[in-house]
């Protein structure tokens, strides 16, 4: 298929760079579509682990790698990983990034971090990186652009506009320390000189790649319920996760996309605050989350724990029109005797529902209805799957009518079965 999307499932970090990088492996060209350094994807190849927040994951295998417009760039973030491929061979010239992507600059990251502290205890629990923030004021049309430091006077200029608004807002609003205009234009002129060779037209690049029959992919990064207009709001990010995301945030149209892969982990895992119905009560949720190395890549925060949910995941198969599934990390369920899937929710005053609640207070009093299955114990490293393993599997497919095409049996990148 030319042009795929791959997308997360879940709640975000579903294994979409282990995925990503095993398909970059026959592709043409991967395109990050949204989002920013919010995002940690780990990659095991050949014994080297990468952990990347702003870079497509098809750089590990030094595919030709797209930043596009819907995406908010950290100009530090990006430029440390930059060095970092160059630190490991890669030559970084396969990097390409949008001029319409924004910058997260330093007073967003400073407001992200005050407005959680402000909230306490209804705080969304970001990852405190200017994610929000910075969407807020591409929305409000007084961002900076990436293309806006190819001119310093220009740049120069944004940055004294906006600075003379966030500093009342820092100062008055957030009680911090406002940010001093000179050392502040110098440090991203001093970026500007190294982003600009990255600079390119991406719409351009991917549109074109498409029609002479290139393999693109198209990579979402956080996951499906994180979408912020059909996520589980107001706990989501700022950017369209879903596929449909992929053609705004590149700039192609939908009739240009192949194919849609959901990512999903063989169980769930959230990370920060919000409703989480298979969420796992007592010792099983910590066995999980030491079975499945589940810290955050970005923050280290620990990651709540929960059963494989198939309403959400039928949700997801709806929101992204997936069109076949990686079902990643099975071998971590091999831990556990009896394996509970959850196949419905159970409403407020008892009605059951297979479909995922479209008003939140339903969702957030939804409660699991669960099908036990067998576990297995053995390890999931040769050809065919166990009985027990095929049998979760194909309860998956069945109840979501989507072929499961892909399951991880490992973090590094050979430990895929392909059905
Ligand atoms: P992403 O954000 O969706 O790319 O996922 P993350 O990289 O944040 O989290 C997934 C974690 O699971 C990473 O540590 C991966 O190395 C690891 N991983 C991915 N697939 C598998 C798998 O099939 N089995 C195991 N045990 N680990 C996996
Ligand atoms: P990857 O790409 C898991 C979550 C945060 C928080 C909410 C909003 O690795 O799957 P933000 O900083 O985006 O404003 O935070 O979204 N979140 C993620 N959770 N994996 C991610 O990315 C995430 N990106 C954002 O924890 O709840
Ligand atoms: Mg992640």
Not at 26 to 43: K, L
Not at 299 to 325: P, Q, Y
Request: hydrophobic content about 40%; glycine content about 12%; overall charge negative.
């Amino acid at each position: 298929m030319p042009s795929t999307v791959v997308v997360g499932a879940q709640w975000g970090d579903e294994g979409k760079g282990k995925i990503v990088d095993l398909l970059a492996q026959e592709s043409d060209v991967v395109c990050r579509y949204q989002g920013g350094p919010n995002a940690g994807h780990t990659i095991v190849a050949g014994g080297a682990t990468w952990k990347l927040r702003q870079m497509p994951s098809g750089v590990v295998s030094g595919t030709t790698s797209v930043i596009g417009a819907g995406c908010v760039v950290d100009a530090q973030v990006f430029l440390d990983e930059i060095d970092l491929l160059r630190e490991r061979g890669i030559d970084p010239s396969i990097v390409v990034l949008s001029g319409n992507a924004h910058l997260i600059m330093p007073w967003h990251v400073t407001i992200d971090q005050a407005s959680e502290r402000r909230l306490g205890s209804l705080q969304i629990g970001t990852t405190r990186r200017g994610i929000g923030p910075t969407y807020a004021d591409k929305a409000s049309r007084i961002g900076i652009r990436v293309q806006d430091v190819l001119d310093p006077k220009i740049l120069r200029q944004k940055i004294e506009v906006a600075l003379a608004e966030k500093n009342v807002w820092l100062e008055r609003v957030y009680g911090v320390e406002p940010i001093e205009l000179e050392e502040l234009a110098a440090r991203y002129e001093g970026y500007a000189q190294r982003l600009r060779p990255y600079l390119a037209d991406t719409s351009l690049l991917v549109d074109r790649a498409i029609r002479e029959g290139k393999q693109v992919l198209l990579e979402g990064a956080h996951g499906t319920l994180l979408d912020i207009d059909h996520g589980t709001y107001p706990f989501v990010t700022s950017s369209p996760t879903v596929a449909g995301g992929a053609c705004t945030g590149i700039g192609i149209g939908p009739t240009r996309i192949d194919s849609v892969i959901g990512v999903a982990k063989a169980y769930v895992t959230r990370v920060g605050a919000g409703p989480f119905p298979t969420e796992i009560e007592g010792p099983d949720q910590d066995r999980m989350r030491e079975l499945g190395g589940e810290f955050g890549t970005v923050t280290g925060r620990e990651r709540r724990c929960g059963w494989l949910d198939l309403v959400a995941l039928r949700c997801a198969v709806r929101l992204n029109g997936i069109t076949s599934i990686a079902l990643t990390k099975l071998d971590v369920l091999a831990a556990f005797d009896r394996v509970p899937v959850c196949t419905a929710y159970e409403l407020r005053g008892g009605a059951r529902t297979d479909e995922f609640p479209e008003h939140q207070s339903d969702f957030h009093s939804a409660r699991p209805v669960y099908e036990v299955l067998d576990g297995w114990s053995s390890e999931l490293g040769g050809e065919e799957l166990p009985d027990a393993a095929r049998r979760y599997v194909e309860f998956v497919e069945k109840l979501l009518d989507v072929e499961v095409s892909w399951v991880g049996t490992g973090a590094e990148r050979e430990q895929v079965l392909v059905r």
